[in-house]
């Protein structure tokens, strides 16, 4: 049984249509990393994922519930998905420690010493158990996105949702928040990755799909993707940023 | 000791006299300020000044004619301010501590101060007498500047010396409020100020030296003092109780209105009509709130809720015009609001307990101020208004906080609301308000205000002043907040959506503290406007501070003739006024810069 599964979902931002049908089903465990070129439509769908955007057709399921108006749902939905941001967006008011812990206090309505527990536990997985006191602006970029990394998975969500996680950090952070997302995956959390990060893809990823014009060109194994690509509009892109 | 001698001297040089430009400006400046303060010391000493004129009217600059023997209501209102003080102060302690020579440096810089008096203060003053000639006087003869100097010198030097000695020990910075505050209340039982007699032909005595004016308020104060310090300690016990915190929020909010409605109002009560009246639509009120939430789930109430909501709506606004007790009305716009909020809280038992308990505060709030606030006051002054003098002006400094900052909140976030109609009326409402002067908000307060409420509804001037005031800096406070609003990234709204906050939760934990905080630099300045300008009142024939200050005691003649004195009073008043935005400007810097912590 697939956790998530989209039939045909189009989108439109007035007259422009950002996504022209796109399906696609995703299994419990899975890494699926998505990339194409810029203003294809890839954040655009992993955002109709937890409803940060309205799909106007097609139908997502995830994890057995479709989304639609219902607020119900949505809130079901987000709880159960966690998204790790390109900017971070961690809240600038909050420390490290109170940002982790506020949804689960607010949201699972879990008590603070629990939270708290649970919260210095993801700071060790990722790495920074000794920033929880300070506040985001005084946290390097890496060790902010390892922050949200741990925000994100506060909520015990089934799924994780990365939109260029690592496109707006300096190459010597890169691999500090690359290492924390390969330990998530291996620990069998299903992912959606948006990366340009081809080596991260090769070594984690159980599927790789390009997106262009909004639509999706090639579905593939990693292998299959940069060794042997289906689709000429895969070896353009291959050629233009490998 | 020398070294440090040295050292400051050789700072002032560098700061000072650098060079041959910055020596003239030195020289020029400190010789202006001198004969400034020269002019200044010369005008508090002459005798020409009768700074009786001040001391004597206390009563009337704090709270005009109010009757003496309901002083006790004053001093309740009062004590409860400080007690809630007490116990915010010691709820929220920080743990900032500095060492004892901080406090050291303080006393050795008012040390200065007076010594500063006493070397620069002026031996001679002349002023102009009332036949044309100039008289001179002495007002600061050598023996008694010598007699200040010395012990004045000898101690500042002792604190000069105790501050720069290493001494560990150190003080939390709460702690020392209480402290400083201490030492006016040890004052008034110290120092004694006449008061003035008069004899048979209606002359002045010279003051009596053992008739102290403080002695009327040194008991209330040193009682309050100890309440202060007591609700203090209260708080420091109870910091850990994170729901108590909560509580001293709301009540804060609703401090000035219990104030207005029960101490200054001295409501007259038929307590046939509350056992008729109050008590039986209380409870009425209260079971269809209770019936609302243990019923909504079930699948029935459920599918006619909505036709439940319109009933309530429909009900509300006829309530306003049918003849139903005022606290029918009001209930029932409280239910309409309540009704709607129900269905998205009521999803838990944890929420359902909290909406029963929020029902059950409202509607007693409500009965409670309705039935103070609408009463007519026991009260009887001479004159027109109940209240004058500091009070006005501080319960208008209060309310237009207080007030006007959740209204202004509202207004913004309705301002930037999606709903339509939401929108449209919150930014009507700011336009309205912001586009007329506050002069012609007050005289459409005293003059037209009463048509446009319901018929039978009559408040007093200054309750009419008070909504109007609350508007006119809410409007502002709404702009002001609303500029902060504008300044928090998209991508916070989207991470607090990510982690599945509701749109309240959204709003309150992560977009409101941030755009806060961001304006409170403009907030205060919007406050400290908002207390001067209380000063206007007095255009309606309200006695505010100033006014006090300005006109009524200029026109005094009975019992004691101040004719004249005005100048003395409007230093006066212009130094309290000074005091107190000095003190609220020092405060939101000390929050700036304790909240800036995690800006980036
Ligand atoms: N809120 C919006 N309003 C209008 N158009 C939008 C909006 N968001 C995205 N678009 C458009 O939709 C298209 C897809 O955008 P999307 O952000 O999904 O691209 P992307 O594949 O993530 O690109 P990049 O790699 O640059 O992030 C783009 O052409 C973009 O201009
Ligand atoms: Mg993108």
Same mark, same amino acid.
Request: charged fraction near 15%; hydrophobic fraction near 50%; proline fraction near 4%.
């Given at each position: 049984?697939?956790?998530?599964?989209?039939?045909?979902?189009?989108?439109?931002?007035?007259?422009?249509?950002?996504?022209?049908?796109?399906?696609?089903?995703?299994?419990?465990?899975?890494?699926?990393?998505?990339?194409?070129?810029?203003?294809?439509?890839?954040?655009?769908?992993?955002?109709?994922?937890?409803?940060?955007?309205?799909?106007?057709?097609?139908?997502?399921?995830?994890?057995?519930?479709?989304?639609?108006?219902?607020?119900?749902?949505?809130?079901?939905?987000?709880?159960?998905?966690?998204?790790?941001?390109?900017?971070?967006?961690?809240?600038?008011?909050?420390?490290?420690?109170?940002?982790?812990?506020?949804?689960?206090?607010?949201?699972?309505?879990?008590?603070?010493?629990?939270?708290?527990?649970?919260?210095?536990?993801?700071?060790?997985?990722?790495?920074?158990?000794?920033?929880?006191?300070?506040?985001?602006?005084?946290?390097?970029?890496?060790?902010?996105?390892?922050?949200?990394?741990?925000?994100?998975?506060?909520?015990?969500?089934?799924?994780?949702?990365?939109?260029?996680?690592?496109?707006?950090?300096?190459?010597?952070?890169?691999?500090?928040?690359?290492?924390?997302?390969?330990?998530?995956?291996?620990?069998?959390?299903?992912?959606?990755?948006?990366?340009?990060?081809?080596?991260?893809?090769?070594?984690?990823?159980?599927?790789?799909?390009?997106?262009?014009?909004?639509?999706?060109?090639?579905?593939?194994?990693?292998?299959?993707?940069?060794?042997?690509?289906?689709?000429?509009?895969?070896?353009?892109?291959?050629?233009?940023?490998? | 000791?020398?070294?440090?001698?040295?050292?400051?001297?050789?700072?002032?040089?560098?700061?000072?006299?650098?060079? $041959?430009? /910055?020596?003239?400006?030195? *020289? @020029?400046?400190?010789?202006? =300020? !001198?004969?400034?303060?020269? &002019?200044? +010391?010369?005008?508090?000493?002459?005798?020409?000044?009768?700074?009786?004129?001040?001391?004597?009217?206390?009563?009337?600059?704090?709270?005009?004619?109010?009757?003496?023997?309901?002083?006790?209501?004053?001093?309740?209102?009062?004590?409860?301010?400080?007690?809630?003080?007490?116990?915010?102060?010691?709820?929220?302690?920080?743990?900032?501590?500095?060492?004892?020579?901080?406090?050291?440096?303080?006393?050795?810089?008012?040390?200065?101060?007076?010594?500063?008096?006493?070397?620069?203060?002026?031996?001679?003053?002349?002023?102009?007498?009332?036949?044309?000639?100039?008289?001179?006087?002495? $007002?600061? /003869?050598?023996?008694?500047? *010598? @007699?200040?100097?010395?012990? =004045? !010198?000898?101690?500042?030097? &002792?604190? +000069?010396?105790?501050?720069?000695?290493?001494?560990?020990?150190?003080?939390?910075?709460?702690?020392?409020?209480?402290?400083?505050?201490?030492?006016?209340?040890?004052?008034?039982?110290?120092?004694?100020?006449?008061?003035?007699?008069?004899?048979?032909?209606?002359?002045?005595?010279?003051?009596?030296?053992?008739?102290?004016?403080?002695?009327?308020?040194?008991?209330?104060?040193?009682?309050?003092?100890?309440?202060?310090?007591?609700?203090?300690?209260?708080?420091?016990?109870?910091?850990?109780?994170?729901?108590?915190?909560?509580?001293?929020?709301?009540?804060?909010?609703?401090?000035?209105?219990?104030?207005?409605?029960?101490?200054?109002?001295?409501?007259?009560?038929?307590?046939?009509?509350?056992?008729? &009246?109050?008590?039986?639509?209380?409870?009425?009120?209260?079971?269809?709130?209770?019936?609302?939430?243990?019923?909504?789930?079930?699948?029935?109430?459920?599918?006619?809720?909505?036709?439940?909501?319109?009933?309530?709506?429909?009900?509300?606004?006829?309530?306003?015009?049918?003849?139903?007790?005022?606290?029918?009305?009001?209930?029932?716009?409280?239910?309409?609001?309540?009704?709607?909020?129900?269905?998205?809280?009521?999803?838990?038992?944890?929420?359902?307990?909290?909406?029963?308990?929020?029902?059950?505060?409202?509607?007693?709030?409500?009965?409670?101020?309705?039935?103070?606030?609408?009463?007519?006051?026991?009260?009887?002054?001479?004159?027109?208004?109940?209240?004058?003098?500091?009070?006005?002006?501080?319960?208008?400094?209060?309310?237009?906080?207080?007030?006007?900052?959740?209204?202004?909140?509202?207004?913004?976030?309705?301002?930037?609301?999606?709903?339509?109609?939401?929108?449209?009326?919150?930014?009507?409402?700011?336009?309205?308000?912001?586009?007329?002067?506050?002069?012609?908000?007050?005289?459409?307060?005293?003059?037209?205000?009463?048509?446009?409420?319901?018929?039978?509804?009559?408040?007093?001037?200054?309750?009419?002043?008070?909504?109007?005031?609350?508007?006119?800096?809410?409007?502002?406070?709404?702009?002001?907040?609303?500029?902060?609003?504008?300044?928090?990234?998209?991508?916070?709204?989207?991470?607090?959506?990510?982690?599945?906050?509701?749109?309240?939760?959204?709003?309150?934990?992560?977009?409101?503290?941030?755009?806060?905080?961001?304006?409170?630099?403009?907030?205060?300045?919007?406050?400290?406007?908002?207390?001067?300008?209380?000063?206007?009142?007095?255009?309606?024939?309200?006695?505010?501070?100033?006014?006090?200050?300005?006109?009524?005691?200029?026109?005094?003649?009975?019992?004691?003739?101040?004719?004249?004195?005005?100048?003395?009073?409007?230093?006066?008043?212009?130094?309290?006024?000074?005091?107190?935005?000095?003190?609220?400007?020092?405060?939101?810097?000390?929050?700036?810069?304790?909240?800036?912590?995690?800006?980036?």
């Amino acid at each position: 049984m697939s956790i998530i599964q989209a039939k045909g979902v189009k989108k439109w931002f007035g007259d422009f249509q950002a996504l022209k049908g796109i399906s696609m089903e995703i299994a419990e465990g899975e890494v699926l990393v998505i990339c194409g070129p810029s203003g294809s439509g890839k954040s655009t769908f992993i955002r109709c994922i937890n409803r940060l955007e309205q799909h106007q057709e097609g139908e997502i399921v995830v994890d057995g519930t479709e989304l639609t108006n219902d607020l119900k749902n949505i809130e079901t939905i987000r709880a159960e998905v966690g998204m790790v941001f390109q900017s971070f967006n961690l809240f600038p008011h909050l420390t490290v420690m109170q940002n982790i812990t506020l949804a689960p206090i607010w949201v699972r309505k879990k008590s603070r010493s629990d939270s708290e527990e649970k919260a210095m536990e993801l700071l060790n997985r990722v790495g920074i158990p000794e920033q929880a006191d300070k506040f985001p602006g005084q946290l390097s970029g890496g060790q902010q996105q390892r922050v949200a990394i741990a925000r994100a998975l506060a909520m015990d969500p089934k799924i994780m949702l990365f939109d260029e996680p690592t496109s707006a950090l300096d190459p010597e952070m890169i691999k500090e928040v690359l290492d924390a997302m390969k330990e998530l995956a291996k620990s069998g959390m299903t992912m959606i990755v948006v990366t340009h990060e081809m080596g991260f893809a090769k070594e984690v990823a159980d599927r790789v799909m390009l997106f262009d014009e909004g639509m999706m060109v090639e579905e593939n194994t990693p292998v299959e993707f940069f060794d042997n690509p289906k689709n000429d509009r895969t070896k353009l892109f291959l050629s233009q940023i490998l | 000791m020398v070294d440090v001698i040295k050292k400051k001297a050789k700072e002032v040089q560098e700061s000072l006299f650098s060079s $041959v430009g /910055s020596s003239v400006l030195t *020289i @020029g400046t400190s010789y202006l =300020v !001198l004969n400034f303060f020269r &002019g200044m +010391f010369g005008f508090v000493m002459s005798s020409d000044k009768d700074w009786l004129a001040v001391l004597n009217n206390m009563q009337l600059y704090m709270v005009q004619a109010y009757p003496e023997s309901d002083f006790i209501r004053v001093w309740i209102s009062v004590g409860l301010t400080f007690v809630f003080s007490g116990v915010s102060i010691g709820l929220w302690r920080s743990d900032d501590r500095s060492n004892i020579s901080v406090m050291f440096d303080r006393f050795y810089k008012l040390g200065l101060g007076v010594l500063f008096f006493t070397i620069v203060a002026p031996t001679f003053t002349s002023y102009m007498g009332n036949d044309g000639y100039v008289i001179t006087e002495e $007002v600061f /003869s050598r023996s008694s500047r *010598i @007699g200040m100097l010395i012990p =004045v !010198l000898l101690i500042t030097v &002792g604190f +000069f010396l105790l501050k720069n000695r290493k001494i560990n020990f150190s003080f939390n910075n709460s702690d020392a409020v209480f402290l400083y505050l201490s030492i006016p209340i040890a004052l008034i039982w110290i120092i004694e100020l006449p008061t003035i007699q008069l004899d048979q032909n209606k002359d002045r005595i010279i003051p009596d030296p053992l008739m102290p004016i403080a002695n009327t308020t040194k008991v209330p104060w040193t009682v309050i003092f100890v309440l202060f310090l007591l609700s203090y300690f209260i708080g420091i016990y109870f910091k850990e109780v994170k729901r108590l915190k909560n509580i001293m929020s709301i009540s804060w909010f609703l401090l000035p209105l219990l104030i207005f409605s029960w101490i200054f109002k001295k409501p007259q009560i038929e307590m046939a009509e509350v056992l008729t &009246g109050d008590i039986p639509i209380f409870l009425i009120f209260f079971a269809v709130g209770l019936g609302t939430v243990l019923l909504i789930n079930n699948p029935i109430v459920k599918k006619y809720y909505s036709i439940y909501i319109g009933v309530v709506i429909v009900a509300t606004i006829a309530g306003v015009f049918i003849s139903i007790p005022m606290l029918a009305k009001a209930c029932l716009l409280l239910l309409g609001l309540f009704v709607t909020v129900v269905p998205a809280v009521s999803t838990s038992q944890q929420g359902k307990k909290s909406l029963i308990i929020i029902w059950a505060v409202a509607l007693v709030t409500l009965t409670f101020l309705l039935r103070g606030g609408a009463s007519e006051t026991g009260i009887v002054v001479p004159g027109s208004s109940i209240f004058g003098g500091f009070s006005l002006t501080w319960l208008l400094a209060i309310f237009g906080t207080y007030v006007s900052f959740p209204l202004g909140v509202l207004l913004a976030l309705g301002r930037n609301s999606k709903l339509p109609i939401v929108r449209i009326i919150c930014t009507g409402i700011i336009e309205l308000v912001r586009s007329v002067p506050y002069i012609t908000w007050l005289f459409f307060a005293s003059v037209t205000l009463a048509v446009f409420l319901p018929a039978g509804v009559e408040f007093n001037l200054i309750v009419r002043v008070l909504m109007v005031t609350a508007f006119f800096s809410g409007a502002y406070f709404a702009e002001n907040i609303r500029g902060g609003l504008q300044s928090i990234p998209k991508g916070q709204y989207e991470a607090a959506d990510a982690i599945g906050m509701s749109p309240f939760q959204k709003i309150g934990l992560i977009v409101l503290p941030q755009a806060l905080r961001a304006v409170i630099p403009t907030l205060v300045s919007s406050a400290i406007t908002a207390f001067k300008d209380s000063s206007l009142v007095t255009i309606i024939g309200l006695f505010d501070f100033l006014t006090i200050g300005k006109t009524v005691i200029d026109n005094q003649s009975v019992p004691v003739n101040f004719v004249g004195h005005q100048r003395e009073n409007l230093i006066f008043v212009a130094v309290v006024y000074w005091i107190f935005t000095f003190t609220l400007s020092r405060r939101s810097m000390k929050i700036e810069k304790r909240l800036g912590l995690g800006e980036r």
